[in-house]
Structure formats: C-alpha cells, structure tokens
C-alpha cells in the first residue's frame, strides 16, 4: 500500500517529512524488526507491515524506514523478533506489539487492557519461562505520528532562581474535576488553565504538575470490595510512555490533542508569570517484573533497558514497582537525556524534578556511583 526507503537513523521515534514519515528505533539484539501501521485505535490487524532489511535498514544499532504517503495523524506500533531466553536476559516476542518509546503520543479509549500483554502463557506452570503465541495487537494503545507545529506567540520558558519560587504541586486531574473548581473542561490541561486566577490570587510562581506522561489508569486488576468497581492508578507513578502527555487529560479525546493542548495549558501559564514543573518517573516503567506486561521496552531490548539481577530471568528492584531501569547505560542516558530535551525545547516546560532520583545514581549492576554520569550529564547539559 505505501512505498518505503531506507530512512534515517538521526533521529529517533516517528519523524513527519515531506514525502512521509521516518521511523527510527533501538534495538542491539533483535533479529528483525516490523513496523505496523493501523487505521483504528483498536484494531488487532494492521493495515500495512514492512519488516526491515538490516541490509538497509539499520545502521549500528537503530532500525529505520522511511514510509512514504502519511503523515501526522497516522498510528503505529512495532514488533520485535529475536532470543527469548529468559535465563540470558532477552525477552523478545514477536507476538506482541510495542510502543515506541520515543512515542509522542498514544491512542485509545483510555481503557486498555495491557494485562493482556503477557509474552509467557498464564496457564503453564514454568510461567514467564514459557513463550505466548498470542497476538496482542487489539489490546495495545497505537503510537501516533506527531507534528510540532503549535503558535507559541513568541513563548520562552520562564526559569525563575529556584531560591524565588513559590512551588505549588498539583495534580491534573484532581485539581479541577469536582464541580467546586466551576471550569469549563474538568480534568484536563485546558482545565489546568482556568485555574490561572486561583494560583495568582495564592502568589505562587511555579506549578509542579504529577506525572502527566501517558499512564495505564487501569492497571490495577482489584475491585472495591464493596462497591465492585474497579480500583484505579490515580496517581500516575507507573510510566507506559515517556514523551506522551497523557491523552484522557486531554479535554478533545482527539488522536494527538493531548500535544496541542498542553502547549496550550503551558504558554497561557506562562503568560500570567508562572512557570511548570514537571514530576517525571526516570527509576521503573510500567512493565513491572519478569511476570509483568510486554508493552515496550522488555520487548524492544530487555538487557538494555533494566538492571537485571545475577539470575538474569529477575530483576533488580530498587524502585519497589518490580523492575529498574538501567539509567547509566549510555543508551538509557540518551533516552533519558533526549526525552527532558523534548519537554524543555517543544513543550516549553522549565523544570524537573525527579521521583526517586537517586536510582539515576546506579550503575549497570545497581550500585551506588560517586559520580554518575547521567546526573553529570544533565547538570552540564547545553540546553538543561
């Protein structure tokens, strides 16, 4: 259906162009690697596949593809193939789709089911030991290709000395949906800005936002006794997604509103004085431990990605949410380094500040550095 060239390797994620869009992403021990494009946020079938040749599709370690004839707009995932073999580290499966983790934004009615994402069968008693041949497509949150257009009218991040700032934390959804906050979109980043008087009328410069990265809201498996209904994520700490703001904060449900509109939400901020903070979760990622979801990165490069105990089946899990993620692996500190460059130079945030930091202060192995790298890295940053 569309025609491919080769692409480029520069950039990574899903790069609109003038003829289509460059897909670029890492993998060191993949065999192959698939790009599926889809027509729906909810299909189990793509409509177009293009399995990369490494002979013209890879250059070290990233997979890239130029696909010609879409654009922003258009939904994607990936698909891994390569060892699963559990006791060496490598967990690939090309069963299952995964999200891009340079994604900059997902799809979906909000309401996923990634508890389907299981790479091992739930009813073999060797349990992640054992390999799933079950697609998992229809139950995965489809990535969409993004543009960075938006009329910032001149917009700069503000960044106040930090000695001078009034710090008000909040979190987006709690912060207007009760019918006390009287806004026009509750719930939502367009929300967020109505509450501009409020935050003037207490004095504070600065808005900390919790996590606003795209986020299973419904990960918990467990009812309400009581009433039934089922038990929600309402904090956030549990990133699918790095890049992406999350999409049921956003007041349109559009297919990338989600972008536009915390742009939106941040220049208008800017604009009565007050600069954003964002809460971002660089120690563990929604995945879980060795029984959890295959959603990205486990499926993307599983050795890569985390800290893996000696047993290479298990992980080490500093975080307390059952893995970790390998922050001092130079292509971790590039993830983590190019994700804070995203939201400071196109979503025009002016800060960070970092749930359990101190996992940035752990080797390959988990211990304790003198000097890690990636906190040198992003305090000496040019940009940072």
Same mark, same amino acid.
């Given at each position: 259906?569309?025609?491919?060239?080769?692409?480029?390797?520069?950039?990574?994620?899903?790069?609109?162009?003038?003829?289509?869009?460059?897909?670029?992403?890492?993998?060191?021990?993949?065999?192959?690697?698939?790009?599926?494009?889809?027509?729906?946020?909810?299909?189990?079938?793509?409509?177009?596949?293009?399995?990369?040749?490494?002979?013209?599709?890879?250059?070290?370690?990233?997979?890239?593809?130029?696909?010609?004839?879409?654009?922003?707009?258009?939904?994607?995932?990936?698909?891994?193939?390569?060892?699963?073999?559990?006791?060496?580290?490598?967990?690939?499966?090309?069963?299952? @789709?995964?999200?891009? &983790?340079?994604?900059?934004?997902?799809?979906? =009615? #909000?309401? %996923?089911?990634?508890?389907?994402? /299981?790479? +091992?069968?739930?009813?073999?008693?060797?349990?992640?030991?054992?390999?799933?041949?079950?697609?998992? @497509?229809?139950?995965? &949150?489809?990535?969409?290709?993004?543009?960075? =257009? #938006?009329? %910032?009218?001149?917009?700069?991040? /503000?960044? +106040?000395?930090?000695?001078?700032?009034?710090?008000?934390?909040?979190?987006?959804?709690?912060?207007?949906?009760?019918?006390?906050?009287?806004?026009?979109?509750?719930?939502?980043?367009?929300?967020?800005?109505?509450?501009?008087?409020?935050?003037?009328?207490?004095?504070?410069?600065?808005?900390?936002?919790?996590?606003?990265?795209?986020?299973?809201?419904?990960?918990?498996?467990?009812?309400?006794?009581?009433?039934?209904?089922?038990?929600?994520?309402?904090?956030?700490?549990?990133?699918?997604?790095?890049?992406?703001?999350?999409?049921?904060?956003?007041?349109?449900?559009?297919?990338?509103?989600?972008?536009?509109?915390?742009?939106?939400?941040?220049?208008?901020?800017?604009?009565?004085?007050?600069?954003?903070?964002?809460?971002?979760?660089?120690?563990?990622?929604?995945?879980?431990?060795?029984?959890?979801?295959?959603?990205?990165?486990?499926?993307?490069?599983?050795?890569?990605?985390?800290?893996?105990?000696?047993?290479?089946?298990?992980?080490?899990?500093?975080?307390?949410?059952?893995?970790?993620?390998?922050?001092?692996?130079?292509?971790?500190?590039?993830?983590?380094?190019?994700?804070?460059?995203?939201?400071?130079?196109?979503?025009?945030?002016?800060?960070?500040?970092?749930?359990?930091?101190?996992?940035?202060?752990?080797?390959?192995?988990?211990?304790?550095?003198?000097?890690?790298?990636?906190?040198?890295?992003?305090?000496?940053?040019?940009?940072?």
């Amino acid at each position: 259906m569309f025609a491919v060239k080769p692409g480029n390797p520069l950039v990574l994620g899903a790069r609109p162009e003038a003829v289509g869009v460059n897909f670029a992403i890492f993998s060191r021990n993949a065999e192959s690697m698939t790009i599926c494009l889809f027509e729906r946020s909810d299909s189990g079938e793509a409509s177009f596949e293009y399995r990369l040749d490494p002979r013209l599709n890879r250059t070290g370690d990233i997979w890239h593809v130029l696909v010609e004839g879409i654009g922003a707009g258009a939904l994607y995932l990936w698909r891994a193939d390569g060892p699963f073999l559990p006791a060496s580290g490598h967990r690939f499966n090309k069963h299952k @789709a995964l999200i891009d &983790p340079y994604a900059k934004a997902l799809t979906g =009615d #909000f309401i %996923w089911e990634l508890g389907k994402a /299981l790479a +091992y069968d739930t009813l073999s008693p060797e349990r992640d030991l054992s390999f799933s041949m079950e697609d998992d @497509a229809a139950f995965i &949150p489809k990535c969409v290709v993004v543009g960075d =257009d #938006f009329d %910032w009218k001149g917009d700069r991040p /503000l960044n +106040y000395p930090l000695r001078h700032c009034v710090i008000y934390e909040t979190h987006v959804r709690g912060l207007t949906m009760h019918p006390s906050a009287d806004v026009a979109h509750p719930g939502t980043f367009l929300g967020v800005a109505e509450m501009i008087p409020y935050f003037k009328e207490l004095g504070i410069t600065s808005l900390e936002l919790l996590p606003v990265q795209e986020f299973d809201r419904f990960e918990n498996m467990r009812a309400d006794p009581k009433s039934g209904v089922k038990l929600s994520n309402y904090w956030g700490y549990s990133t699918i997604a790095f890049f992406s703001p999350k999409g049921s904060y956003s007041a349109s449900g559009s297919i990338g509103g989600q972008v536009s509109e915390f742009k939106e939400m941040v220049r208008r901020l800017h604009e009565a004085g007050i600069e954003v903070i964002l809460d971002i979760v660089f120690n563990h990622s929604a995945e879980g431990g060795e029984l959890g979801p295959t959603l990205s990165f486990r499926g993307l490069d599983n050795r890569i990605y985390y800290i893996l105990d000696e047993d290479k089946r298990r992980y080490k899990n500093f975080s307390g949410c059952g893995n970790t993620l390998n922050c001092n692996h130079p292509v971790v500190r590039t993830l983590i380094r190019d994700c804070l460059h995203y939201w400071v130079v196109e979503m025009h945030v002016d800060g960070f500040r970092f749930d359990l930091g101190s996992i940035l202060g752990r080797d390959q192995d988990g211990n304790l550095l003198e000097n890690p790298p990636i906190i040198e890295g992003i305090a000496e940053d040019p940009i940072l």
